[in-house]
């Protein structure tokens, strides 16, 4: 079981480089619990216990404003990490995470993962790039909210969402592998369906989009980009 758990977190980019001695320590701080589809994680202002890493499945994380309105911040796939921050720090869950899909995490504990981080300067390393680009994206996110149009913002939401991930090249259709309604672009991008319909239905009819109840499949990343400063 020990060496099953050892391959399995090496899977794990943060853990990918870590001898077999310090996985096999690293398995016995490390709980596996299987989410179902709309199951939630935590909540944003819960009491912050642990780290988890997605070894299959989708996370939604998400705040509320003061009217109770959704705004979604990310969707977290296979091999990425969460919470973000907070790390030596006793601060609660600044977001709420949520499965759209039957999802596998593995726990580890909040202190054990501080220690762990301070046996393995290597993994702290890691996580300070991660939360660096986080910290950009979501500068990055802000930025386009306060100064960009919402055309623009759900091009730009689906560029990003494709390279993150999709599949193929960018000059092949790309498939976003997430399950993205458009209520939950619309949370993404601060704006309303109709509005997301409309933009969508406008992509569509220039062949730079083809979208089904399950999926959405971009013709082209390139031609996509270069539609982005295009009415």
Partial sequence: MTQNMNQLLKQIPLFSKLEDRDLSILSTITTKRLYHKKEIVFMEGEEREAVYFIAKGVIKTSKSDFNGKEHIINFLQAGEMFPHV?????????????????????????????QLMLDHPNIAVQVMKIMGQKLSLLTERIRELSTKDVRHRVIATLIRLGEESGTNGIDQPVSITIPLTNTNLANMVG????????????????????????????????????????K
């Fill in 86 to 114: 907070g790390f030596f720090e006793e601060t609660p869950y600044p977001a709420t995470a949520e499965a759209l899909e039957e999802t596998e995490l593995y726990i580890i504990r909040i202190q054990d993962f501080d």
């Fill in 191 to 230: 704006s309303t369906r109709e509005s997301i319909n409309r933009v969508l239905n406008e992509l569509k009819k220039n062949d730079l989009l083809t979208v089904s109840r399950s999926s959405i499949e971009i013709v082209s990343l390139s031609a996509l980009k270069s539609s982005l400063y295009r």
